[in-house]
């Protein structure tokens, strides 16, 4: 157990019963401890300088200094600093030293920072000259007006992808290579297996998902696209002239008055999903109706 307490003027954190040394200020940082629960970092200021303290241990003073975020195995770290208005990404193995820490390129500004599932990747956006960049283990991307926070790491860590703005419109980033640009992109997502992508977009309005690149049926509202457990299937549901109807594999299924929750069996092998018409409810179980209801929970 882990919080920040004050002392006169000065605030210290206690973690287990034991206090930690007084600060002038101790930055809010949550939750403070690594996945493990075995280490424990905030960030403290003293004589107008801010530090990260790392079990303790105070590192290198600086400007301003980021909150820091723990690799999923806990081993690793990351965190931003800031020095005469610049700033750098630091990337540095819990209780290593100076000299194993890396310090990344100098930037008017960083935003996200993560680490990939398996912990040995770190990613994080950097804005340079008023454009912004993805930064992958200190390579960067192309620039762009805005990078959105749907970025993400394909589950084996192999593969990554973002989303982007540029000339005013949104693309997908898939392993460095662009999609279309359309006017809104949203809901990236990899498949279980790590070989597929799905994502919304929109055009002129209308909107659609988009699955291995391959466009589908526009609609004039569409959920979710989600694949399941097997990756073999993508789903969503969609509006169309004030009709609801699912869409598997980019078909859409039979149209009703209202579509409600759905699931799909572990094995993937059968889907079914909740739908009305005429005031009646009933479960569509791949794609036969089942018995009608007045209504459904």
């Not at 629960?37 to 003293?46: D, E, F, P, T």
């Not at 209202?258 to 409810?281: E, L, M, P």
């Amino acid at each position: 157990m882990a919080y920040w307490a004050r002392r006169g003027s000065r605030q210290l954190a206690c973690s287990d019963g034991v206090e930690g040394k007084e600060y002038d200020l101790i930055s809010a940082h949550w939750p403070p401890f690594s996945p493990d629960s075995r280490h424990m970092g905030y960030v403290a200021k003293r004589d107008g300088k801010k530090f990260p303290v790392m079990d303790g241990a105070e590192e290198e003073a600086y400007d301003d200094v980021s909150g820091p975020t723990f690799s999923p195995d806990s081993r690793s770290v990351t965190y931003y600093v800031v020095r005469g208005g610049k700033y750098r990404l630091v990337v540095s193995p819990v209780g290593g030293t100076a000299s194993e820490a890396t310090l990344g390129k100098e930037y008017d500004g960083i935003g996200w920072r993560f680490f990939s599932p398996d912990s040995r990747r770190a990613i994080s956006t950097a804005r340079l000259a008023g454009k912004w960049f993805v930064v992958l283990d200190g390579e960067e991307g192309k620039a762009a007006e805005e990078i959105t926070d749907e970025i993400r790491f394909s589950p084996d860590s192999n593969r990554f992808a973002y989303v982007m703005k540029r000339g005013g419109k949104y693309l997908a980033v898939a392993d460095g290579v662009e999609g279309v640009e359309y006017d809104a992109v949203s809901y990236l997502k990899f498949s279980p297996d790590s070989k597929r992508v799905t994502y919304a977009a929109m055009r002129n309005q209308k909107h659609f998902v988009v699955t291995d690149a391959v466009e589908g049926k526009e609609c004039d509202w569409i959920g979710i696209p989600l694949f399941t457990a097997d990756s073999a299937h993508a789903i969503t549901w969609g509006k169309r002239d004030r009709r609801e109807f699912f869409v598997i594999d980019g078909v859409d299924q039979t149209e009703y008055d209202h579509t409600g929750g759905y699931g799909v069996t572990a094995d993937s092998r059968h889907i079914a999903y909740c739908a009305k018409r005429n005031g009646q409810g009933f479960v569509v179980v791949d794609g036969v109706e089942g018995y009608y209801y007045y209504g459904y929970r």
